[in-house]
């Protein structure tokens, strides 16, 4: 079936949500820092809609979504709100400052959250929807609505829903497969059943929001678009809830590799699809796969000598795209010991970094610092470096790392020594064993910050070529129910483990503040 048989509209909107459902990853959770720099690069790619927080959810998402609001030019800034009056006023009040904002209001509709999560009638879900729609709508001439679960919703009961929902005032009517329950031909019935139902449904903007539960989120979106859905929700490398959302670049590359089946186009500047990759990985420390369609770093290399004759002929033989398309580079060597300002300046924006005049002097500093290290410097010890700035850069970090030592081998059981520095100006000490330096390391970390955590992964990788390369450490610890996520880097891996680990306890230390005054939710918490 050809997307665009039927008269309507070729052009699909590209509403992110990498900011909000993708930061909703167990783990993911970036400073503010870090969500300005992958807002710039969203808008550098060219999204029609960003929609980057939950004000009402805590204070440091309503500063985020602030700042993202008042900064980040281009795109339409989106904020989420659950069917309530204080949801709506915080987000309007965070979305204040953008030239171009939208409100996102959204209920659950199917019988097992009515039933089980909100305890509504069908009469009232329909009720409070609508209301909380015309509310914003008032306020605001840019309303979303989505119905949560719409996938497992009675298709009749979706039809009321939505019209009501129209009525009230939306412009754009999101269906999400929220649990990631749907399989392609079932999504586009749902959405040809509203198409031909729904009174007034020409009027608004129909759209979807897939996860990836069964691993057909992409597919679900596409379906739902060739069906007649004009606006997709996705995140980039597909980072979300669970399995995570539809990914921005399959489901933008489809669409235009596919051209010739689904007759749409999308706005996205497709060369920058790989430096937002790159961008989101960095601050969400989520690596992606070697194996990633479209941006992973196997997604243009051939290894087998059959494939390499045919590349060698024609390009087209076992490549789909190409990878100047997608802004893939195969040579990653960057810079060394002789590079200038300009040279690392000019790297930094092909790697989708846009950086202010005095963040640039201080990667050029440490870039210094780092070639007296080592000889080369790749484009994986630029992303670290970043990634260190960014985290540093607005944390006001609770405790910082001033010495360590470590020892170990064999003969002897292995131990460390700690000091740290407190906010406050103390200077902290601790001595302790362990079963390795990097646990003997993170036992004195522990009894100086009294915050106990349970370490869940601990991975060490290297992030550039050469004998020299840094090392990367990832820590993932969970502490009373959450996840927390810290990266350490050095030449060093046992000051590379402390840095990382620090970073954990600094992050619990901050959401604890954080937490002290939470709103009181009106209706049980859920998202889209
Ligand atoms: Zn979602």
Known sequence: MNGNGNGINDRVIVFDTTLRDGEQAPGASMNLAQKLQVARALASLGVDVMEVGFPVASPGDFQSVEAIARQIEGPIVAALARANRPDIDAALKALQPAPRRRVHVFLATSPIHRDYKLRMTPAEVVRVSSGAIEYARERCEDVEFS?????????????????????????????????GYAVPSHFAGIIENLRAKVRGIDRVMLSVHCHDDLGMAVANSLAALAAG????????????????????????MALRTRHDFFGLRTGIRTQQLCSASRVVAGATGFQVARNKAVVGQNAFAHESG???????????????????????????????????????????RDLGYQLEPEQIDRVFEELKKLADKKKEIYDGDLDALLVGLFQNGSSRARWQLTSLSAVSGTGTPPSAAVSLLSRDGRKLDEAATGDGPVDAVFKCIERITGIKSRLRDFHVASVSAGEDAQGEVVVVVEHEGRTYRGRGLSTDIVLASAEAYLEVVNRIAAGRLQRKAPPEPEVVCGAV
């Open 147 to 179: 119905a949560e679960d719409a996938a497992r919703t009675e298709p009749d009961f979706l039809v009321e829903v939505v019209e009501r929902a129209i009525e009230a005032g939306a412009t754009t009517i999101n269906i999400p497969d929220t649990v």
């Open 229 to 252: 859905a004009r606006q997709v929700e996705c995140t980039v490398n597909g980072i979300g809830e669970r399995a995570g959302n539809c990914s921005l670049e399959e489901v933008v």
């Open 306 to 348: 059959i494939h390499q004759h045919g590349m060698i002929t024609n390009q087209q033989t076992y490549e789909v795209m190409r990878p100047e398309d997608v802004g893939f580079k195969s040579t990653n060597l960057v810079l060394g010991k002789h590079s200038g300002r300009h040279a690392l300046t000019a790297r930094l």
